[in-house]
C-alpha cells in the first residue's frame, strides 16, 4: 500500500496542503477528507451575505477540485483519532469505519462558540457557511415583512437588530445586513419606509482587538456616520426571545441577531489524549507537530508565536499551508522541518461600500477602493486555489 498522507478538513489550510502535497508527493497518496462536498470561500461569504454576489459562487465542490489536483476525496465526518492504531475513525453514509494514515494533517477549522450563553444558540442567527447566510437573509426578510404590517411600539421593536460580536467578520456583517436590506429595498421586495436600526454588542473594551488604532478609529467613525449602535465592553449574558441582556445590565432590543463573538475548535477527539491550549486547541511545536506523524494547523490549531496564538485568519492559514506541505515532504524524506513564522502584511476590513486598508500596521486609509482592491486579491487567491 502507499504511504497515505491524510488531511481532515478541506478549507484553506487543508485544501492547498492537499494540492500542494499532490503536485509533488509522487509516489504517495494524498487524501482529503471533508464533512462537506464543497470547499468554502469564507472571506467571499460576508459579500454573498449581503447581496453582492452570489451564494453559489463562493463554493468549489470537492470531487471537482480532487480531479483536477490529483488528490483523493472522502466525504465524510471525522469522529476520532486513534494514535495508537493510527487511523482516523469516521462516519460516512450512515456507517462508521477506520481510515489508516502514515502522516495526519488535522486542519478541520473552528465553528461558531456561544459560551453556554442562555438563549445564543437557540435565538441568534451563525454565519459561517452559505445556508447560515441564506437562513439569516430569510428571518430578516421575515422581520420586517412583519414591520411593515405592524405599527407602533412592536414596528420600532422589529426594526431593532443586532450583530454581537466586533471582531472583523462581526463588523463587515452588521454593513452586509445594512446591504442586503438596501438592495430588496430598491428591488421592490420590502417596504423602502421601514428604517431599521442596527446595534453592534461587543463584550471587550473595543471593537476591532488586536487590529492597528488608526484601523479602529476609521471603523468607529463610519460605525457612527452609518447610525450602527455600538456598545463596547458589554458581553452578552442572556438572550431571550427579541431581547439582549448585557453585563451591565442593559437590555436591548433585537428582533433579529447575528452571532458573530466567538470560535472554538471544531470537535475531534484525539486519542489518547494530547496538550491543549487554552481553549481547546491542539498545542504544537514550531513544525505544527503534535506528535511525530500528526500535524495540526489553521484555527483549529493552537500555534503560538512568541508566546501569542497567531491571528485565526485565512490570511495565515494560507501562509501556514506551503510551510506545512514542506514539513510533511521533509519527514518523508527523513530531513530537517522548517519553522513557521506567521507575517501580516496587511488588513482590509470593508465597511459595506467603504473600507479601511492597512499596510504593515503602518499606513491606514480609509477608502472605497478598499472594497475593489480586497476583490481583485481575494479574486487572485480563489483561482489560485479553485482555478476558475
Ligand atoms: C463569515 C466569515 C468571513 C471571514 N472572512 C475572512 C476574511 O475576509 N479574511 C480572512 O483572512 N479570514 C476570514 N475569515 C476567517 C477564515 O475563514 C478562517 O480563518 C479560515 O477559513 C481558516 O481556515 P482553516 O483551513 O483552518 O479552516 P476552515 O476554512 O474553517 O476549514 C475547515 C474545514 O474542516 C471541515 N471539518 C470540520 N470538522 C470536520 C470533521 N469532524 N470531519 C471532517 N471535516 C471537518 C469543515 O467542513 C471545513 O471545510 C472569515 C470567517 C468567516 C466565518
Not at 156 to 173: F, N, W, Y
Not at 259 to 278: F, K, N
Not at 307 to 320: D, E, F, I, L
Amino acid at each position: 500500500m502507499k504511504t497515505r498522507i491524510l488531511i481532515i478538513g478541506g478549507g484553506f489550510v487543508g485544501l492547498r496542503t492537499a494540492q500542494l502535497l499532490s503536485r509533488q508527493c509522487n509516489g504517495y497518496e494524498v487524501m482529503l477528507v471533508d464533512k462537506k462536498r464543497e470547499f468554502l470561500f469564507t472571506p467571499w461569504l460576508v459579500d454573498a451575505f449581503a447581496g453582492e454576489m452570489k451564494l453559489e459562487n463562493v463554493t468549489v465542490e470537492f470531487p471537482e477540485l480532487a480531479k483536477q489536483d490529483g488528490f483523493t476525496f472522502l466525504q465524510a465526518e471525522a469522529l476520532y483519532v486513534n494514535r495508537n492504531t493510527k487511523a482516523v475513525h469516521v462516519s460516512r453514509n450512515g456507517a462508521e469505519e477506520d481510515v489508516p494514515y502514515d502522516l495526519l494533517v488535522l486542519s478541520h477549522g473552528a465553528r461558531t462558540c456561544y459560551y453556554d450563553i442562555p438563549g445564543a444558540q437557540e435565538l441568534s442567527y451563525p454565519l459561517k457557511n452559505p445556508k447560515d447566510a441564506e437562513r439569516a437573509q430569510n428571518a430578516i426578510l421575515d422581520v420586517l415583512a412583519r414591520a411593515s404590517k405592524a405599527s407602533g411600539a412592536e414596528r420600532e421593536r422589529l426594526l431593532s437588530m443586532a450583530v454581537v460580536g466586533a471582531g472583523p467578520t462581526g463588523i463587515e456583517s452588521v454593513f452586509a445586513i445594512k446591504q442586503f436590506i438596501n438592495h430588496q429595498q430598491k428591488a421592490g421586495k420590502i417596504d423602502a419606509e421601514l428604517k431599521p436600526r442596527f446595534h453592534l454588542i461587543q463584550g471587550a473594551p473595543q471593537i476591532l482587538p488586536g487590529f492597528p488604532d488608526s484601523v479602529v478609529r476609521h471603523a468607529n467613525t463610519e460605525l457612527d456616520r452609518q447610525g450602527i449602535q455600538t456598545l463596547t465592553g458589554e458581553a452578552v449574558t442572556k438572550v431571550e426571545p427579541g431581547v439582549i441582556h448585557t453585563v451591565s445590565g442593559k437590555t436591548i432590543p433585537a428582533s433579529f441577531i447575528l452571532w458573530s463573538a466567538g470560535i472554538e475548535p471544531c470537535p475531534i477527539d484525539i486519542r489518547p489524549p494530547v496538550v491543549m491550549e487554552r481553549g481547546g486547541y491542539p498545542a504544537v511545536d514550531n513544525y505544527f507537530r503534535i506528535d511525530p506523524s500528526i500535524f495540526c494547523a489553521g484555527d483549529v490549531s493552537g500555534f503560538r508565536m512568541k508566546g501569542a496564538p497567531v491571528p485565526k485568519t485565512a490570511q495565515t492559514a494560507m501562509q501556514m499551508a506551503p510551510v506545512l506541505a514542506g514539513n510533511i515532504l521533509r519527514t518523508l524524506a527523513g530531513k530537517k522541518l522548517k519553522p513557521f513564522r506567521a507575517g501580516q502584511k496587511g488588513v482590509v476590513i470593508t465597511l459595506g461600500d467603504t473600507g479601511v486598508i492597512s499596510l504593515k500596521h503602518a499606513l491606514t486609509i480609509k477608502t472605497k477602493l478598499a472594497v475593489p482592491l480586497r476583490n481583485a486579491f481575494y479574486l487572485l487567491r480563489f483561482k489560485q486555489m479553485t482555478r476558475r
